[in-house]
């Protein structure tokens, strides 16, 4: 498991996402795993052990009310949906946050609710998220297909 | 920073010490930079959050039993040289963890001594290697060097 199959538009988000996380100094990771069953489309790791989850909507259409960003909420400290320029932007309940992203960068347009995570299930995300970042980078460097022995 | 500066024996060794610890279900990295300055040729984190590190020896004259592996415990729960399968063991203090190995796959010759990190040190090489697997993650899927914008 290594790459991402975010599709075109989703997957042009996610690289601003990840670029502007990368400059904020926040490590990230695509299609992250949780323990709940859902994956996260970004998640971002800060300096301090900061936790970031950011799910990519390309589209209305791609865009569900049903508050099931609040089970990817207790995963992190901070939750944000990201939307390309021309998403309604309305759509999206205001206590949540917010990012506008391209292919090239994005802004945070506002924060979420604040909400800190527990010391337990930022321990486990963290070892998680480092152990998937590892083997994904190791599968990149030592493909397991290309193994002869 | 991405890739591997290990020279090409050490480089096969440390490939093949990489796929011994996958398939212990520990997650590695090569050169890890400690806080301390030096760098540990492997760092690998198991599903508990155990931390080992791994100093590859490509060859005698590469070996100094200045001690300054002790240097390296402080940053892991246990500690290991790694050799090839010519390289004469008795040079390797007793009490010191060890490890031979090829380019596909390796083989733990003893433990060393029990050390177990505190948990402010293990929380912070943790966070530590989460950010930097990330990182070089990141700078395969975007190089830096290819964008334009």
């Known amino acids: 498991e290594r790459g991402s199959s975010l599709s075109g538009v989703a997957a042009g988000l996610a690289r601003?996402?990840?670029?502007?996380?990368?400059a904020a100094d926040y490590s990230c990771l695509l299609?992250?795993?949780?323990?709940?069953?859902?994956?996260?489309?970004?998640?971002?790791?800060?300096?301090?052990?900061?936790?970031?989850?950011?799910?990519?909507k390309s589209g209305p259409q791609d865009f569900r009310?049903?508050?099931?960003?609040?089970?990817?909420r207790d995963f992190c400290d901070d939750f944000f949906f990201c939307v390309g320029g021309d998403?309604?932007?309305t759509l999206i309940p205001a206590e949540v946050g917010l990012i506008v992203a391209d292919r090239y960068g994005a802004a945070v347009i506002r924060q979420g609710e604040p909400h800190r995570l527990a010391?337990?299930?930022?321990?486990?995300?963290?070892?998680?998220?480092?152990?998937?970042?590892?083997?994904r980078l190791q599968a990149t460097l030592d493909p397991p297909e290309l193994r002869l022995a």
């Open 119 to 135: 010391g337990a299930r930022r321990k486990a995300v963290s070892l998680r998220f480092a152990r998937l970042a590892a083997r």
């Open 87 to 89: 998403f309604p932007q």
């Open 16 to 22: 601003g996402v990840c670029r502007y996380f990368a």
């Open 31 to 56: 299609e992250f795993p949780l323990k709940s069953g859902r994956r996260a489309d970004v998640m971002a790791l800060g300096p301090s052990g900061e936790i970031a989850v950011v799910e990519i």
């Open 65 to 72: 009310t049903d508050r099931k960003w609040r089970d990817y």
